[in-house]
């Protein structure tokens, strides 16, 4: 699993992972998070989702970070927004009222040019990577957001019956990566209809993690 894997994704515009509304988990649970409106929400490896028009309608900021420039263009014109762009070492950071994108490597983002961050919504990083990858994206993403409170989407499957992405990453993996960090709370865990890409049971958890008071 490499960065040409999905901006091969892209520029063949296979996007099956991309959800025509925005996510029903996020709208049922995002109030959990306890967000002021104005407060500034992370998506790393947003893609174009849906999901950042809803935040943007409720009233919050969203910044995101994407590997795809074709996807961020394309966001931005499904929100009618004219972006301005600049240069950021290896990134580009596409920005309009409320909305900062960052393009490139999300592992060249670092906390200075992220900004002041008050929650992550993971709905398809974590599960877009691989087992040897999840646990320096989840110490990164820590590092740059600070520890902020997340709501994560991850899948819980028999990771032999379907190669992924995206990836089986169930409790026990959630526990690892983040429980030194975060207290960790399964708010929800539901069937995906239909299998996981019709081709397996599979359960879409919902996790809300606060920052452990030691973090």
Request: hydrophobic share 45%; with cysteine.
């Amino acid at each position: 699993m490499d960065k040409e894997f999905w901006l091969e994704k892209w520029q063949k515009n296979e996007i099956g992972f991309h959800n025509s509304d925005a996510h029903p988990l996020l709208v049922t649970h995002f109030q959990k998070l306890g967000l002021a409106p104005g407060s500034r929400v992370f998506l790393p490896l947003c893609g174009k989702t849906l999901d950042i028009g809803w935040l943007l309608t409720q009233g919050f900021r969203v910044c995101g970070a994407e590997l795809s420039e074709e996807a961020v263009i394309q966001l931005f014109a499904q929100l009618e927004l004219e972006p301005e762009i600049e240069q950021l070492n290896t990134l580009r950071r596409y920005s309009s009222d409320g909305l900062d994108i960052f393009v490139g490597d999300v592992f060249h983002l670092t906390a200075e040019m992220l900004g002041a961050i008050d929650a992550i919504y993971d709905r398809a990083a974590l599960v877009a990577l691989p087992e040897n990858m999840r646990a320096r994206y989840a110490g990164h993403l820590t590092t740059i957001a600070k520890t902020a409170p997340q709501l994560l989407i991850s899948f819980d499957y028999d990771q032999n019956l379907l190669p992924g992405p995206p990836f089986r990453v169930g409790p026990d993996e959630v526990a690892t990566l983040y429980g030194t960090q975060y207290v960790l709370n399964l708010l929800d865990s539901v069937a995906v209809e239909g299998g996981l890409k019709g081709k397996c049971p599979a359960e879409e958890q919902v996790w809300l993690l606060q920052p452990a008071k030691s973090a």
